[in-house]
């Protein structure tokens, strides 16, 4: 009878458990329900976001940058370079430390360079044709890759045996230069300078040949003369700065961005930098010429890969990117939206696009098409910030800080930026979606890492700029990171793809 009772307490106690413990399974169900209503409603709430597809939601600690290197495993074809943010953990020139600049220090350092750029569009000729640019050899030609802003570069080696040299990688510019020796005046660069003695395929040019001459049909011209019949070049800046020397040839190697395998080019034309001044000491290296220039890589290397290249800019200081010659094999042209170039090479070397519509959280704004036409918009590797025409770039603030309303308006930085944030006390924010509409309906959407940028979760700012001289629009880096942007010269159009960096 004793045994009989206590099965029946065991039994009682397992019941009451069963039902404790089904009463907290269902408390907890209802606490979560009661939560997700809650983020539902809070989102819902975000001033002008309908739905979560016209809007970014993401955590405040992604936005900020990274002192870890992340480097890219896609890669595009076997014909690509690995791109690396100068100032970035994943940079050799760095020696894998993060030597991170404030974004109100990489505005000011972009400044020469748009000046340089919008001197060149501001001079076109008399015949009404507005990207007609003179022939005058006062104009400055390209930028000091110190100060220029951008700061993406890559590596190549030159010469045989090859020699390693860093380069920034410019689609405003054409020339590619290094630096030489024996310098006559030389800057501080990380990896040693190199030595035209050492290569046994470095060959000079003489001053009547063909290759010489192209330095006299480059706009601005390139051509400084001759020393006992050796072709010499010459490049000045807006900012006073320049550098000099001979116009040579030699091979070029490049590692792919897979590092399984090598790119070699022989007979490349290069500047060979003697007379070097106006940079200083803080990672300065040369840069390749990417326009649509007849000294450009672009164009020196047009039946390898057909005037056709695209790039991947990276994500943010701490990821890689690359940079695609040729046509890759897995370029799906149903991603890529392109848009055409209106300019021949003959009138502008820049990739000049047109600018159709800008839309933030989805609405187009009310932007006339004369705001957009007036100094037309560039596609620009060197720029970091995107500069827009005044009254477009009022509106995008406008609109923006509109669906931000919720968040805590800081104001402006110094004389940078002026649509800042203090994202302090929230784990997670939502940063409406920002769009770029082109001709024949191209379409670049950009990365939340392009729409804003952070020094800190105090200071989070909008990553766009009015264009201050009234010239036009320049699309920069940092609205192109994530995205596919490919480059058909040949074709005279630039496309957009999803992004694919990662």
Known sequence: ????????????????????????????????????????????????????????????????????????????????????????????????????LSWSEILLKDKPRVRSINFRRRYMNSD????????????????????????????????????????????????????????????????????????????????????????????????????????????????????NGYFVQ????????????????????????????????????????????????????APLFKKYFSYCVPSDFSSTGYLTFGKPDDLNNKYIKFT??????????????????ISVAGKKLPIKSSVYADGGAIVDSGTAVTRLQPEAYAALRSAFRKEMARYKFIGGVGNTYDTCYDFSSYDTVVIPKVSFYFESGAELEVDVKGIMLADDVKTVCLAFSAADDGVGAILGNIMQRSIQVVHDVEGRRVGFGPGTCA
């Not at 290069?270 to 940079?279: A, D």
């Not at 055409?340 to 519509?357: A, H, K, L, R």
């Open 340 to 357: 055409p170039i209106p300019t021949t090479p003959q009138q502008s070397q820049f990739y000049d696009v047109i600018i159709t519509g």
């Open 250 to 301: 030699d091979k070029l190697t490049f590692s792919t961005a897979d590092r399984k395998s090598k790119l070699v080019i022989n007979n490349y034309l290069f500047g060979c930098g003697l007379n070097n001044s106006g940079v200083n000491s803080d990672g300065s290296i040369g840069f390749m010429g990417l326009s649509r220039a007849p000294i450009s890589f672009v164009y020196q290397t």
């Open 1 to 100: 009878m004793g045994i009989l009772v206590s099965h029946r307490k065991i039994y009682t106690i397992h019941i009451v458990m069963a039902v404790f413990l089904r009463f907290l399974l269902q408390a907890s169900l209802l606490v979560s329900c009661l939560v997700c209503s809650c983020l539902e409603n809070t989102y819902a709430k975000e001033p002008g976001e309908g739905q979560n597809s016209h809007s970014h939601i993401v955590s405040v600690s992604s936005l900020l940058p990274s002192t870890f290197c992340n480097r890219s495993r896609k890669v595009s074809s076997k014909d690509s370079l690995e791109l690396v943010h100068k100032y970035g953990p994943c940079s050799e020139l760095n020696q894998g430390k993060a030597k991170t």
């Open 128 to 243: 009404g044709n507005r990207f007609e640019q003179t022939k005058s050899k006062n104009l400055p030609f390209g930028y000091d890759p110190e100060i220029g802003g951008g700061d993406i570069y890559a590596k190549i080696d030159i010469g045989t045996p090859g020699q390693s040299n860093y380069v920034i990688l410019d689609t405003g510019s054409d020339i590619t230069w290094i630096q030489c020796k024996p310098c006559a005046q030389c800057f501080k660069q990380p990896s040693p300078i190199f030595d035209p003695s050492k290569s046994s395929s470095h060959t000079t040019l003489p001053c009547n040949s063909s290759n010489c001459n192209l330095l006299s049909v480059s706009r601005p011209p390139h051509l400084q003369g001759c020393v006992s019949n050796k072709c010499r070049y010459s490049t000045g800046y807006l900012d006073g700065s320049f550098s």
